[in-house]
């Protein structure tokens, strides 16, 4: 009886596994809701990238669960060789309840640069997007206000000087952005604490990771944004504390906060040079501020007549 006893005490006290986790009946029906016949097919990636890592093996089952149910709203795989999104380990300080402080491995949700492109795609407004790494002697004129000029046949050396992103919408407005590495390391160790100390995945792919850099801000600051990219870009490089991504901490992120529509519009009409810009801008946003677009029209009249 005592033997019995102790053996059933142990059983549950062992800690659950996430394949134990990802084995139950709910969590099985919740993934099938969000990706029907794929649900399968996505919980056995997942299991391979926990698998695959001691550290994920060890991390919390539930913020395992939360990336990989972000992953699945956002209908991206989880992947390391595809590069749409990643569910990556951390450690997380907390207070037991005796008040000390402790660390245990949590699960971060982290978007590739593919997984943005792929939601941009989506959306059906882009005609094109991308981002490549610019190499000594290619740029040719950088000036943030009125665009940089690239020639990509005028590469001198394999140096790569940094990096650019450009979209096109199918409006016709487009927008090009440029970061030297040096922006980018300046960056990554700003916000990235692990690349503060020589490790992790800026360290090991960094033009992964300037690529993303780049795509993102890029997004953020200048694309009109369907609600699936909101919040790609809210939640990435955050654990996500509840399947929604309602509850999001940020570790090891610079923590982006979509600005309000208003504000957005504001920041992409000062990036219009001419009345044209203007309204390629207005016909894709119809009807949302329609006071801002004529102030930023009677500016620029005002300046093409002085």
């Known amino acids: ?121 989506r959306s059906g407004q882009f005609k094109t997007i991308s981002a490549a790494p610019i190499y000594e002697g290619q740029l040719v004129e950088s000036n943030p206000l009125t665009g940089f000029v690239f020639d990509f046949t005028k590469k001198t050396s394999d140096k790569v000087i940094g990096y650019a992103g450009y979209f096109q919408l199918l409006n016709g407005f487009e927008k090009t952005v440029y970061a030297t590495v040096d922006e980018l390391k300046a960056h990554g160790k700003k916000y990235s604490q692990t690349f503060k100390t020589d490790k992790g995945i800026w360290v090991d792919n960094f033009d992964a990771m300037a690529t993303k850099t780049v795509i993102k801000l890029m997004l953020s600051k200048f694309a009109p944004l369907s609600i699936e990219m909101q919040k790609a870009i809210t939640l990435d490089q955050g654990v996500i504390k509840d399947e929604t991504g ?32 203007v309204e390629m801008l207005e016909n894709s946003l119809p009807e949302i501020y329609p006071n801002l677009f004529a102030e930023r029209k009677e500016q620029l009249t005002k300046k093409k007549g002085k």
Not at 3 to 32: G, H, M, Q, V, Y
Not at 248 to 270: A, F, T, W
């Open 246 to 277: 309602d509850d999001v901490q940020y570790i090891d992120h610079e923590e982006v906060v979509i600005d309000k529509e208003e504000e957005r519009v504001k920041l992409l009409l000062s990036d219009c040079q001419t009345i044209e810009d």
């Open 1 to 121: 009886m005592s033997t019995e006893l102790t053996k059933t005490n142990t059983a549950i006290s062992k800690p659950l596994t996430t394949k134990d986790f990802f084995s139950r009946e709910d969590i099985r029906k919740k993934f099938e809701s969000l990706l029907g016949q794929k649900a399968q097919g996505f919980i056995t990636s997942v299991l391979q990238v926990v698998n695959g890592n001691n550290l994920l093996k060890n991390a919390d089952p539930m913020s395992v669960y939360n990336a990989a149910s972000v992953a699945a709203i956002l209908d991206l795989p989880i992947n390391q060789n595809l590069g749409f999104a990643y569910i990556v380990p951390y450690n997380e300080s907390y207070r037991d309840e005796q008040g000390n402080w402790k660390k245990r491995q949590v699960a971060q949700f982290q978007m590739g640069y593919k997984g943005f492109i792929q939601l941009a795609q």
